[in-house]
């Protein structure tokens, strides 16, 4: 095995993580890529970079091709010690109908996490790239799909760890005189308390957005006279030239109106507001509210987005932890054990 961490590859398409959650909404549609995909692990007689030689993104996975649920991790769905130990490259593939309506509309492929670096191919060229298992990543693929049609997408991962990587790893090569390993053979080293899981661990979507929607809603509650409940926003959007005008309404849970603002940036009020407290703290825990932000332009809606929120503070003084302004006592302790036995 040469080159176990892929240096002579060239990557250009390093995506930066998401903003929203995708969402649907009256003008956003979606679907999920969920289900089972091919998947291809590197062999011990081949060399980790064979697929990026052989271009296997260009056609589907041929050879030891195995079904494999997404999400989910690798390691875990089959009874080989090989694959729950495996350090290196494998790949996914799937083919999945982009519907011809999508057509008018910009789309945008989504991954809730994939453990550790990931370079992401649609209809075999190359859309994203991401480093690091957790958080969501995204990027736009309007201009490569064929709508109405059959489109193929393919996802190289490796989960080999170094002393940059989170956590930290270091690759350790079995070179002996027995014989017990093939030329090159490596494994990953870790010093933590829990195993190095691997895969497409969450939700794949692939979601349809108007030309002109919401990009990012940034929030930050405050409390005033214990009893008012203020709502702080920022709203941006994908076509700064447009003159499309942005409307804030606060729903409570019944779905009830019971405040508005207008502009892409303010401040809402609502007075007797309901809080968001912890369990342990009031009858009524968790709280939330729920911001409808809208574009709206001559009349038209242009995009909505559905944002939950929860009005509540939180402060650390050198004595107190305060929630609201009252004293939080932390109880209960989570501790897990994976063993690799």
């Not at 081949?46 to 296997?56: A, Y």
């Not at 079904?67 to 989910?72: A, C, D, E, G």
Request: glycine share 8%; with cysteine.
């Amino acid at each position: 095995m040469c080159d176990p961490f892929g240096l002579n590859r060239i990557s250009s398409l390093w995506t930066v993580s998401t903003a929203l959650y995708p969402r649907e909404s009256e003008t956003r549609d979606l679907k999920l890529l969920d289900g089972f995909w091919n998947f291809r692990v590197i062999t011990v007689d081949e060399d980790q970079n064979v697929g990026f030689t052989d271009k296997w993104y260009t056609k589907p996975l041929t050879g030891d091709v195995i079904p494999m649920p997404v999400p989910s991790s690798y390691n875990d769905i089959t009874q080989s010690r090989y694959l729950r130990d495996y350090a290196g490259w494998v790949w996914y593939d799937s083919s999945f109908f982009v519907p011809q309506e999508w057509k008018d509309s910009e789309v945008v492929l989504n991954f809730g996490s994939v453990n550790y670096e990931t370079i992401v191919y649609v209809n075999g060229k190359n859309v994203m790239n991401h480093t690091g298992g957790h958080l969501p990543f995204e990027e736009y693929v309007t201009n490569g799909l064929n709508y109405g049609e059959s489109n193929r997408i393919t996802v190289a991962l490796s989960n080999v760890l170094t002393q940059e990587t989170i956590p930290q790893g270091l690759v350790a090569y079995k070179n002996d005189t027995k014989g017990l390993y093939p030329k090159g053979f490596y494994i990953t080293k870790t010093n933590f308390d829990f195993f190095n899981y691997a895969g497409i661990h969450r939700h794949v979507t692939l979601y349809a957005l108007p030309k002109d929607h919401i990009n990012d809603i940034t929030v930050t509650t405050d409390i005033k006279d214990t009893k008012t409940g203020i709502i702080n926003y920022s709203v941006t959007h994908s076509d700064q030239t447009s003159k499309a005008e942005c409307v804030v309404d606060v729903l409570d849970k019944s779905g009830k109106v019971v405040s508005s603002s207008k502009g892409y940036s303010g401040s809402i009020t609502i007075e007797n507001a309901i809080f968001w407290w912890p369990y342990t703290v009031d009858p009524n825990p968790g709280y939330q509210y729920t911001l409808k932000v809208s574009l709206t332009e001559s009349g038209k809606t242009n995009d909505i987005y559905y944002q939950k929120v929860g009005i509540r503070t939180v402060k650390a003084t050198e004595k107190e932890f305060l929630i609201n302004g009252k004293s939080f006592y932390f109880t209960g302790f989570g501790k897990h054990e994976d063993e690799n036995v």
